[in-house]
Every structure is written in structure tokens, then in C-alpha cells.
């Protein structure tokens, strides 16, 4: 089986070819981090623009690098939501006309369902598990008993994790996606230069903030700008930001695993690219006895690969999904 996957929820434009459930034939993603570096955070209406723009060349890309025509593909999967309503349209309304011309079938896909089985592009993890989604719109705990069969445990209640990183990012005036550039800065840091504060929230809480250690940075910064305080450099703060990130999620996924009496545990979202993060679960899984699987960086940040395999599984679960013309974008698009 071939499917076509489509993603363009946010500020990637991406195309995909699968084969079967593991044999990626391509994958192509145009990011849009030039458009929105300047603004240090994306702009919703260029990132449509930019999304019209590229789509059905991304998709020519894809297919070509596959050495597939539009014939070939058996299943078209898109991502449906949630995300921007302005991104989403675009990807979605091209698969539905591709749907519509050819006559093929159409999965919408849940965003976060592509990331959550991302993971299946390389292994095969054994279910049920825990997954930790940390991305620039998403924080959260999820039980993921099967294909489609999943239950929310716990989310951030302001902040997503990634979100921070931008905000920290553009406080620090270095750059858009803050993520990666916090985490080179943090190399150089002295992360026990300063102790953030870490929100655990209640006792048992599996949901998350981070508005608390935001707004510490920002403090921080403008004690240091007069001159009171600390005197951290740029470094240290990204480190000590980085360090107190870093200890919540893995105080929560251990938490998750002995609630829920789970020892495997999925780390997805585009944060999941963090070395950093990476090597901290993994410490905490070999010490707390839970297997700890995360997926290759390029397939945690927004890519359309991660669509086409959650489209694999949802066709191959409901393989009716048919009335494609019944679909629309959703901006908030429930799991
Ligand atoms: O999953 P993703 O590509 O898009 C969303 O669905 O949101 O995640 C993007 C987020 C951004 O906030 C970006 O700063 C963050 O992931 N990110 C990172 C790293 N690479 C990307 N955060 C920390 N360290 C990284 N290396
Ligand atoms: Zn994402």
C-alpha cells in the first residue's frame, strides 16, 4: 500500500511517500524558519501564504523522489488539525481536490496522532505506552493503548514546551526556532549558575506549566539589565532553562510510568529533537526500568512522514473513510 501523506499544519511544508508500514520512499519538508526568524515567532498569515505557495510543488517533489506517479498512491492522508486554520486549509483542501480527482481515498489525520506514532517509521513499539508529546503547541501525557485507542492523562495548562524555548529564545534576542539555538547556547552554560523554578502543580498532577519559569527568565534579565542580581551570561541562563525544562518532563513521564504501571516510553514532537532531553530520559529509563524510544530528530519535528504512517494504521483500522467531502480543517481538532 502507498500513501501520500500531506502536512501543513503550522509553518512546514511537507510531502510523503510511504510504502507498507516502515519503507519511506520520500519525504520532503520546506521550512518556513527564514520567513519567520525576523519576527521571532511565526506569523500566521505569511505562514499560509507560504504554504499556497509551495504545496503543490512539495507534493511534485515528493512524488518524484519516490519514483511514484499520483496513480501509484493507494491512500491520501492529511493533517486535518489541530493547528493553524490558515495552514491547515491549504495542505488539507489540496489532498481533498487530489481525493476528489482521482477518485482516491482521503484519512484525516490528527496532528497529534502523527506524532504520537511517528516512532512506527523505525520500530515497533509493543503497546500499550506512554507517550511524552513535546512540541511548540503541545505538552501532554497520553496513554496510547493501540492504533486509534488512546487516553489523555495530563497537558500543560499555559505554555507549551516548545513554546517556551521561543520565548526564552526571543527574550535572549537570538534567533526563531528558539529550541535548537537554546540548546547550542546551552553547551557553552553553566546550568548550576541559577536554579529556575520547576512547576510540579498538585500531588499526582501529570499536567504541566511553564508560564512560572517564562516569567523567571524575564526577571532575570531585567535584574541583570540593572545591573542587580545574578549576573548570568546568555549561556548560562539558556543552560539553567534548558536544566529546569528538562527535570519536570522527566519527573512527570516517571510519575506517568508508575501511575499507570507502564515501563515503555515514546518521546515525540519537535523538543524530542533536544540532546539534551534525549539523554536525560534515557537516563532516567535505564534507572527507573522503562524503555525509552524516540524517533530520529527529522522525524520529530513537523514532517509529513509521521502523517502518512498514522494514515497507514487509520486506514488500515477504519478502511471505510471514504466521504472525504464531509472532512474539513479543524483548528482544534480533538485527539
Ligand atoms: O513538532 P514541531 O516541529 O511543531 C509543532 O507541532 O509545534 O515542534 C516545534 C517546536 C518549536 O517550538 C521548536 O523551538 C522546538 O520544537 N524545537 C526544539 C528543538 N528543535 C525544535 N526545542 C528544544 N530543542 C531542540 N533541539
Ligand atoms: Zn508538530
Redesign the pocket.
Known sequence: MLVLGIET??D?TAAAVLEGEKSLLSNIIASQNEIHSRYGGIVPELAGRSHIERIDGVIKQALDAGNVSINDIDVIAATQGP?LIGSLLVGFNTAKAIAYATGKPLIGVN?LEG?LLAIFLEETVAFPYLALT?????TDICRVNGFCDYRMLGRTRDD????S??KV?KMLDCGY????I??KMARNGNAKAHKFPRAMLEKDSLDFSFSGLKTSVRNLLAKRKSGEGPQLSDEDIAACFQTAVTDVLVAKITAACDQEKLRRVVVT???A???Y?REKIRAAGAKHKFSVHIPS?VY???NAAMIACAGYYRFKTHPHARQFMALDAQANLAL
Open positions: 499544519s503550522c512546514e493547528g496532528h506524532h513535546v512540541s511548540g503547541g503541545h507549551a514546551v516548545g513554546e524555548f521561543d529564545a526556532p528558539g529550541g535548537p537554546i540548546e514532537g519537535g523538543v529533537s533536544n540532546g532531553l530528530p520529530c519535528t513537523d
